[in-house]
């Protein structure tokens, strides 16, 4: 099969109605959404009944859980926690009910093995994987758990950490001349689909990828959306406008 698997929409509606349009083109058999499906954008009603309305199997994240009140934004900074106490004010009952009942975690079997998806790391939704000690630690999980592939969001930052038995974890990273990896059987592998509504890469176009789990390969996708309209009602909600200027910025 194939599949899109996207994270990190943010309430950025004119991110996630560009990236439908990109992931459509693409002819993908299944889209699975890796959370934060809300959170620091404009939109998070709409975004959330893309998700819902579509049947995208999601997994939470955290901005999830503290919009929908399952947790508290005790640890979140001043701008990401004005967001989400904004957010919680305008979330709808239905969706609210929608994101408290998402996974924690989906797991399918592939051609290639098992497979994870999870929001911030194997571990734990709120864990950033940022270094091959952070990988190792998540590798080490998934031999356990018998995981030939997991699927994670969280760092805005696209990447596709691999590893085998014996030796060091390695790091393919992306970039826009090297967007398609040929994944060989024996690795491991932790792939950072990047953001689709706030990318953190120095790149202000969204991110997805395309998983072909028979052939093997993962491919990111970029596009570009209405960047200007995104920010400029950000600006209208009164909501922190490091919010809008991050968009532009990509970080």
Request: proline content about 5%; some cysteine; overall charge negative.
């Amino acid at each position: 099969m194939k599949y899109v698997v996207f994270s990190d929409v943010h309430g950025n509606l004119e991110a996630l109605e560009r990236f439908a349009q990109r992931a459509d083109e693409k002819g993908a058999d299944q889209m699975v959404c890796l959370g934060d499906i809300v959170g620091y954008g404009a939109d998070p009603n709409a975004c959330v009944e893309f998700v819902r309305d579509r049947g995208v199997p999601c997994v939470s994240g955290n901005h999830d859980d503290v919009v929908s009140g399952l947790v508290e934004p005790d640890d979140f900074n001043p701008d990401a926690r004005r967001a989400i106490l904004w957010c919680r004010e305008r979330i709808s009952p239905r969706n609210r009910r929608f994101l408290r009942a998402l996974e924690q975690r989906i797991v399918i079997e592939t051609p290639r093995g098992r497979t994870l998806f999870v929001h911030g790391s194997p571990a734990d939704k709120d864990e950033y994987i940022m270094s091959g000690w952070s990988a190792m630690k998540s590798f080490g999980l998934m031999e356990r758990e018998d995981f030939c592939c997991a699927f994670v969001g969280h760092t805005h930052q696209p990447c596709v950490w691999v590893w085998k038995a014996g030796e060091r974890v390695g790091l393919a990273p992306y970039s826009r001349q090297h967007s398609v990896f040929s994944i060989s059987p024996e690795l491991r592998l932790i792939v950072n689909v990047g953001s689709v509504g706030q990318p953190r890469d120095g790149d202000p176009e969204g991110c997805f990828v395309v998983w072909d789990d028979e052939a093997g390969s993962v491919e990111f996708v970029r596009f570009g959306y209405d960047v200007a309209k995104a920010q400029e009602k950000i600006i209208r909600a009164n909501l922190p406008l490091f919010l809008a200027d991050r968009l532009a910025g990509g970080y």
